[in-house]
């Protein structure tokens, strides 16, 4: 599979696979805390306050959530009416962590596929991309990663992905280049190869090549 540890139950139970991420231990909140309290303060931020006292376990529990993919069941069904055109799902929410900085990167992901014998739970497109943004990233990675496990799972004609996002590591800080977003795709099987269907699943998603 394209990157990524994931466990998924051997048996399939009506067209749902259970996709589990197994590659990290859980979180130690309490020692996350600490050592939240310890970069606060080593920082010159001062903890001692009504409003900062709470501030080194609220840093904990909004990370450990940042990095805690949700468990999800992957439905598929059978592709009985023989579909064969794209389906594409636009403009699902993508909020991630680059693995640089820690800072959130932000936007929005277009998912689509030409279908083979099975076709997905719409949803599930939402939730692929919500599993792998859920950990420290980098926008190319996420984009392969959402692409190339449809590609395993599914066995679809091809799948296209396309990640339009905002990372604040380069809006709010450093470079300071507000207001600009990275765009990145992955292009797999007919969605690659074929022009026309490029053409038509990039003109679906807004971006022009
Ligand atoms: N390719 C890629 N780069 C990213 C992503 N998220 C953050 N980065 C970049 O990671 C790089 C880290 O560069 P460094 O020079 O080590 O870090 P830095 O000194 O904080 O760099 P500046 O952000 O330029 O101040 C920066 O250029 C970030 O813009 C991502 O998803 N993909
Ligand atoms: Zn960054």
């Not at 059978?78 to 909020?95: F, T």
Request: aromatic share 6%.
């Amino acid at each position: 599979m394209a990157g990524g540890v994931l466990h998924e139950a051997k048996r399939p139970v009506g067209g749902a696979l259970r996709v589990i991420d197994e590659s990290r231990g859980g979180a130690d909140l309490a020692a996350a805390e600490r050592a939240a309290g310890d970069f606060l303060r080593a920082l010159g931020v001062p903890t001692d306050s009504a409003g900062l006292r709470e501030t080194p376990a609220r840093m904990a529990q909004a990370y450990a959530e940042l990095f805690a993919p949700r468990p999800f069941d992957l439905t598929t069904f059978p592709n009985d009416e023989g579909y064969d055109e794209l389906v594409l799902a636009r403009a699902i929410p993508v909020r991630s962590v680059c693995e640089h900085h820690l800072l959130p990167f932000t936007g929005v992901a277009h998912v689509g596929y030409l279908p083979g014998d099975r076709i997905v739970g719409l949803s599930k497109l939402a939730r692929v991309v919500e599993h792998f943004a859920g950990r420290p990233q980098v926008q190319e990675r996420l984009t392969r990663q959402v692409a190339g496990w449809l590609a395993d799972r599914l066995h679809p004609a091809g799948v296209g992905v396309v990640i339009e996002a905002e990372h604040t590591c380069m809006t709010l800080r450093g470079v300071r280049a507000a207001g600009s977003t990275t765009v990145t795709s992955t292009l797999l099987g007919v969605l690659r190869a074929d022009d026309r269907s490029r053409q038509e699943f990039l003109a679906g998603t807004g971006t022009h090549r």
